[in-house]
């Protein structure tokens, strides 16, 4: 990444949480009357996640800046007692009244604002995944996790506003064209709807955003349309 995009992101971020802490501040007691509520729990979640992919070396051959995420609870407690680690999924049964409004509308992520702030997330990015996921994740998808490289995760980015929440994309999304090619590459049987395949399709945009970062101009371009496109994936609650 150019010293001048590094600066600008920085600058960017510190402004965009600071305000967006500020602005969304009335909603906090509402949501957080409607959590508590529906369910008895913690308020917050924090969870575990991958950051910046520094080099190999941590006993999966991956070095992440690990950090703890926050967002508002939309999962019954004790939701992964009986499985451990699982990947969110659409109309996860896991998911709480409440909670279902707040991701659809992406208001649970608002705590990440906070994450952005202390540096540990940036306002676009790719999504960051739980480090106990990603060896499976990166022997199903080789070079998932390049991604990171030297890129923060972000609250929204180019795959959050390109595709749909689960990583699947409207009939009118020009990338359809490549479908055949990016589902089931290795054409194993029953593996149609898997969730590598939805990944496949994210880890298109997040590469694209990586390169995006190698010039001031279409950083800057993407960055800002990304930010200017995220309020409209919330309305329309599709996106994630």
């Given at each position: 990444m150019l010293p001048s995009v590094k600066i600008a992101k920085?600058?960017?971020?510190?402004?965009?949480?600071?305000?967006?802490?500020?602005?969304?501040?009335?909603?906090?007691?509402?949501?957080?009357?409607?959590i508590k509520l529906e369910s008895r729990g913690p308020l917050f979640?924090?969870?575990?996640?991958?950051?910046?992919?520094?080099?190999?070396?941590?006993?999966?051959?991956?070095?992440?800046?690990?950090f703890e995420m926050l967002k508002f609870r939309t999962m019954h407690p004790d939701a992964e007692a009986g499985t451990g680690a699982v990947m969110a999924k659409e109309n996860d049964p896991r998911v709480t009244r409440v909670g279902r409004f707040l991701r659809k509308t992406r208001l649970d992520e608002l705590p990440q604002l906070w994450n952005v702030l202390r540096g540990e997330m940036s306002l676009v990015g790719p999504r960051p995944e739980r480090p106990e996921l990603l060896t499976n994740i990166a022997l199903a998808i080789p070079f998932f996790e390049e991604r990171m490289?030297?890129?923060?995760?972000?609250?929204?980015?180019?795959?959050?506003?390109?595709?749909?929440?689960?990583?699947?994309?409207?009939?009118?999304?020009?990338?359809?064209?490549?479908?055949?090619?990016?589902?089931?590459?290795?054409?194993?049987?029953?593996?149609?709807?898997?969730?590598?395949?939805?990944l496949r399709m994210k880890l298109l945009y997040d590469f694209a955003y990586?390169?995006?970062?190698?010039?001031?101009?279409?950083?800057?371009?993407?960055?800002?349309?990304?930010?200017?496109k995220t309020p409209l994936v919330m309305l329309r609650g599709v996106g994630r």
């Open positions: 920085r600058v960017i971020d510190v402004v965009g949480s600071a305000v967006g802490l500020v602005a969304t501040a009335p909603l906090v007691p509402l949501i957080a009357a409607a979640y924090r969870q575990r996640r991958a950051g910046m992919l520094r080099g190999g070396g941590n006993g999966h051959g991956f070095l992440f800046d690990e490289r030297d890129v923060k995760p972000g609250i929204t980015g180019l795959a959050q506003v390109s595709l749909g929440y689960s990583g699947r994309p409207d009939v009118e999304n020009v990338i359809n064209q490549h479908r055949d090619t990016l589902t089931n590459p290795f054409k194993v049987d029953q593996a149609e709807g898997a969730d590598a395949d939805d990586g390169a995006a970062l190698e010039r001031f101009d279409t950083y800057l371009y993407t960055e800002l349309s990304v930010i200017a």
